[in-house]
């Protein structure tokens, strides 16, 4: 099994951890030979497969991209404020635990209505200090939050309720130092996932992780910002994934499998003909029905 001591710290829709092991199984013989000094992950997400291939490999540099802002915010601050960081969220979590069950709840609901409320002042393309605070409260927020999923309603606010955890780890200072370290090779990018375009070349190793094409009507978890990812985009998706492959670069890039609710959708299948695609298994790990969260599987498509 793969092991890193760099782990997401958040809980992330989508996170990739359980599938760490079979990516590191398709990579391409050239990354371990040093050969692609580059890694580009166009949507970052929690990071799980960023923080354990920087670990692994001696990349020269990193790029990793996402379109949700608060994301990119609390990982700029990680990087380059781990300390101030640690210590607000430390704040926070005192508060937090000082009170008893009905206080933490209250205490949950104040800061994200404060989380809510001061957004249109966060002006998430140039750092100002208040981005400290901002993430703190999104570590908070996500790990005290129901089943620990970020979604957005369409003012853009966040509207997850209250996860009623018994004791949750708000702060964990050593993975935050640990992640810290691994991201300042890294430049983090807020944008579309075509914006990676001129950082990619035969010189990089890409890693596509975009929201899942949903399984049926109640299982899409894509609405992370007020825009979501439809089959429109997954196929704007397959495009650039072609002219990446044009380039040059190693692609790898995961998804749902449409065939486990019907064995005749080849949508994907359709989408990257051209390609080499494996079925692997994996667990669904965020359903609000516990019964549904059982083994399927998921696609991994490669260029090599």
């Known amino acids: 099994m793969v092991e890193s001591s760099a782990k997401p710290f958040l809980k992330w829709a989508g996170g990739k951890t359980q599938l760490l092991e079979e990516f590191t199984k398709r990579i391409p013989p050239e990354l371990k030979e040093g050969k692609l000094p580059v890694f580009v992950e166009p949507f970052v997400g929690g990071g799980a497969v960023f923080f354990c291939f920087n670990s692994m490999f001696n990349f020269k540099e990193c790029h990793v991209y996402d379109i949700n802002e608060e994301l990119i915010l609390a990982y700029t601050v990680v990087k380059n404020k781990v300390e101030d960081l640690i210590d607000h ?5 005192k508060e937090y635990f ?3 069950e009905s206080g933490k709840k209250d ?4 800061i994200r209505d404060e989380f809510n409320r001061a957004k249109p002042s966060i002006n998430f393309h140039k ?11 999104l570590i908070f927020l996500n790990k005290t939050c129901f089943n620990g999923l970020y979604r957005v309603n369409f ?5 997850v309720p209250f996860g009623r955890y018994k004791n949750p780890k708000i702060l964990n200072e050593d993975l935050l130092r640990v992640d810290s370290q691994i991201l300042q090779n890294t430049t983090i990018h807020l944008g579309d996932f075509t914006d990676s375009h001129s950082k990619i070349s035969k010189k990089s190793f890409v890693y596509f992780d975009p929201p899942y094409r949903p399984l049926n009507k109640t299982s899409s978890f894509t609405q992370y910002s007020k825009g979501g990812f439809d089959d ?6 397959a495009e650039f994934f072609v002219k990446c492959d044009k380039k040059g670069a190693k692609l790898l890039l995961s998804n749902s499998d449409p065939k486990n609710i019907n064995p005749n959708d080849d949508f ?3 989408l990257y003909s051209n390609y080499h695609i494996d079925r692997v298994p994996a667990k669904r790990v965020i359903n609000c029905n516990g019964t549904k969260r ?3 599987q998921e696609i991994i498509v490669t260029n090599y």
């Open 268 to 270: 994907f299948d359709i």
């Open 294 to 296: 059982g083994e399927i």
């Open 127 to 137: 750092y100002e200090k208040k981005w400290i605070e901002r993430a703190s409260q």
């Open 155 to 159: 003012q853009g606010e966040f509207n």
């Open 107 to 110: 205490y949950f609901y104040y």
């Open 89 to 93: 969220t430390e704040s926070i979590s």
């Open 98 to 100: 000082s009170k008893d």
């Open 232 to 237: 429109s985009e997954q196929k704007r998706l």
